[in-house]
T-cell receptor, first 115, second 114 residues
Framework: AQKVTQAQTEISVVEKEDVTLDCVYE???????LFWYKQPPSGELVFLIR??????QNEISGRYSWNFQKSTSSFNFTITASQVVDSAVYFC????????????FGAGTRLFVKA | DAGVTQSPTHLIKTRGQQVTLRCSPK?????VSWYQQALGQGPQFIFQ?????ERQRGNFPDRFSGHQFPNYSSELNVNALLLGDSALYLC???WGTGDNQPQHFGDGTRLSIL
């Protein structure tokens, strides 16, 4: 079965703090894709990053970085020097061929960044 | 370059009625997926359309049906509405088979059932 777990329901930080959002996934496939999306209050999900199962290189994009570890089935997301505009719900998602490549989303982590 | 557009933005219906939601994909995209997002939860996959056919379907009853038109736009139909159908309905588009492609989402239609 495919599953994505985001154990942190809500996180509250003060501006300029670093924050890490956790994501743990389950799949028996060897080929799969992991995604992070951001959902601001407007409702539209915004794509942040895609990672395939064969690429374990960490990635940095500005203040965002992602740590993919197959050994622990985790794909964690870190925001460095958080800003108020980072306040949103963040979703981790998984697609794999066993699931017919249906996208499975985690329950999301709501991030509050206070000024 | 227009993104994914959905209509209407909000909708109020009563139990037993039926509803049709509409989606226009991002320019250049040919695959459309629909999701149901209940309050405080992640999006749940309903189904995906490609080349005017339903490619994949999630765990939703037959009351949920859809259609894709030659111009790639899509409709989601829900019959015999239940209170539990109250949710934000999201449309997402992508290019090609969409299997590993990032999806572009619309702002959603918020459906309330009274």
């Amino acid at each position: 079965a495919q599953k994505v777990t985001q154990a942190q329901t809500e996180i509250s930080v003060v501006e300029k703090e670093d924050v890490t959002l956790d994501c743990v996934y389950e799949t028996r496939d060897t080929t799969y894709y992991l995604f992070w999306y951001k959902q601001p209050p407007s409702g539209e999900l915004v794509f942040l990053i895609r990672r395939n199962s064969f690429d374990e290189q960490n990635e940095i994009s500005g203040r965002y970085s992602w740590n993919f570890q197959k050994s622990t089935s985790s794909f964690n997301f870190t925001i460095t020097a958080s800003q108020v505009v980072d306040s949103a719900v963040y979703f981790c998602a998984l697609t794999s061929n066993t699931g017919g490549f249906k996208t499975i989303f985690g329950a999301g982590t709501r991030l509050f960044v206070k000024a | 370059d227009a993104g994914v557009t959905q209509s209407p933005t909000h909708l109020i219906k009563t139990r037993g009625q039926q509803v049709t939601l509409r989606c226009s994909p991002k320019s250049g995209h040919d695959t459309v997926s629909w999701y149901q997002q209940a309050l405080g939860q992640g999006p749940q996959f309903i189904f995906q359309y490609y080349e005017e056919e339903e490619r994949q379907r999630g765990n939703f009853p037959d009351r949920f049906s859809g259609h894709q038109f030659p111009n790639y736009s899509s409709e989601l139909n829900v019959n015999a509405l239940l209170l539990g159908d109250s949710a934000l309905y999201l449309c997402a588009s992508s290019w090609g088979t969409g299997d590993n492609q990032p999806q572009h989402f619309g702002d959603g239609t918020r459906l309330s059932i009274l």
